[in-house]
């Protein structure tokens, strides 16, 4: 039982893994959408897994090192070359470095969380925005682009969809920041320390229903929108932060 229990989160993983290679295989052949895809299915596997470990109680460093390397490669390298394949590649030289600055900043974000969790300095929130929501915004843009450029009866939201085309332009600068906040001091909270399920918090009911409505009424743009979600909250959450650091410091001066 203990063995099983170990190997279920690293099987986990290596649907993760797949999922990845299998996303650099699409975007070879010119087929973005499914490499898109694919992503999307790795951070699915990628979440699950670490719930599995975390009920089974069947974390380690080696699951900590796979589960890395895994995200490595389905959240770093994977939406590198999706990008590149789809639009970086016009950029020329340019358009490479971008794409290896995300590759080498998303292998320092999970450097850096390693360490901390090695350490056991882990706070109950990330610091820097994780790795699987860095490739997962570029998967969904992949996603609504892809929608964009096809007759489709899908329901949408108008004010993303004609937003697409102004976000497919600023691609390079979007990754640089994505990029940045890899690295960034930027606290993002962490779904393994989230009440997020327990139905005894109104917060968390009110979150579940509006999501649930977004996926039923928008289930094209709700992937995009959850992304978006994500980032600006983590952003907001710093700038609030910054605002309250700020106003305590001046509150001596004043008195």
């Known amino acids: 039982m203990k063995r099983g229990a170990y190997l279920l989160p690293s099987s986990l993983t290596l649907v993760n893994l797949g999922f990845g290679f299998f996303s650099i295989i699409q975007s070879i052949n010119g087929n973005y959408a499914v490499a898109a895809l ?3 299915f790795g951070h699915i596997a990628d979440i699950i897994d670490g719930i599995v470990a975390r009920m089974t109680k069947s974390t ?7 589960d890395s390397f895994a995200d490595w490669i389905t959240f770093g390298i994977a939406p590198a070359i999706l990008m590149y394949q789809l639009i970086l590649h016009n950029y020329g030289k340019l358009g490479f470095g971008i794409a290896l600055i995300f590759v080498i ?15 056991g300095s882990y706070n109950g929130y990330f610091v820097g925005l994780p790795i699987p929501a860095a490739g997962g915004i570029l998967a969904a843009i992949v996603l609504i682009y892809d929608l964009s450029q096809r007759t489709s009866t899908a329901k949408t939201i108008p004010i993303i ?7 497919m332009k600023g691609i390079p600068v979007i990754i640089f920041i994505l990029s940045l906040l890899m690295i960034s001091q930027i606290r993002f909270f962490s779904t393994k320390q989230t009440r997020l399920f327990r139905p005894r918090s109104l917060r968390s009911m009110v979150f579940l229903v509006i999501a649930g409505l977004l996926m039923y009424a928008y289930p094209q743009n709700f992937t995009f929108i959850l992304y978006i979600a994500y980032i600006v909250w983590g952003l907001f959450g710093y700038i609030m932060r910054l605002y309250r650091l700020r106003r305590k410091s001046h509150e001596p001066a004043e008195q």
């Open 38 to 40: 694919a992503i999307i």
């Open 161 to 167: 969809m004609n937003t697409v085309p102004f976000i």
């Open 60 to 66: 380690s460093t080696f699951g900590l090192e796979f």
């Open 105 to 119: 900043f998303g292998s320092w974000r999970l450097a850096k969380f390693n360490i901390k969790a090695i350490e």
